[in-house]
Nanobody, 125 residues
Framework: QVQLVESGGGLVQAGGSLRLSCAASGLTFSSYGLGWFRQAPGKEREFVAFISWSGGSTYYADSVKGRFTISRDNAKNTMYLQMNSLKPEDTAVYYC??????????????????WGQGTQVTVSS
């Protein structure tokens, strides 16, 4: 079955960097777009970034544009999120997800059918 496993989260000071990874199995990785979402305590899950199946198209939430970079290595079945200039408001559990092309937009959670378990990112001020 499809499995997505995030890693790379942790505690970092404001202004620092982290690189998240999402390792996938049980699917033809290069056939699907993938996304990153995050959820802070008491808040709804929100879109962070999306990358197309080929990596040729990427989209970002305004809150992370210019600071975060999404990428993928189809040979390794892995997606990445490079996060620079981190802010305390970036603190959240970060999830990777596989898009199912249900017709919903890439920034909507309902556009994805498989999710990882999440990795905690904490940014201290």
């Amino acid at each position: 079955q499809v499995q997505l496993v995030e890693s790379g989260g942790g505690l970092v000071q404001a202004g620092g960097s982290l690189r998240l990874s999402c390792a996938a199995s049980g699917l033809t990785f290069s056939s699907y777009g993938l996304g990153w979402f995050r959820q802070a305590p008491g808040k709804e899950r929100e879109f962070v970034a999306f990358i197309s199946w080929s990596g040729g198209s990427t989209y970002y939430a305004d809150s992370v544009k210019g600071r975060f970079t999404i990428s993928r290595d189809n040979a390794k079945n892995t997606m990445y999120l490079q996060m620079n200039s981190l802010k305390p408001e970036d603190t959240a559990v970060y999830y990777c997800a596989k898009r199912d092309y249900s017709g919903s937009y890439y920034y909507q959670a309902q556009a994805y059918d498989y999710w990882g378990q999440g990795t905690q990112v904490t940014v201290s001020s």
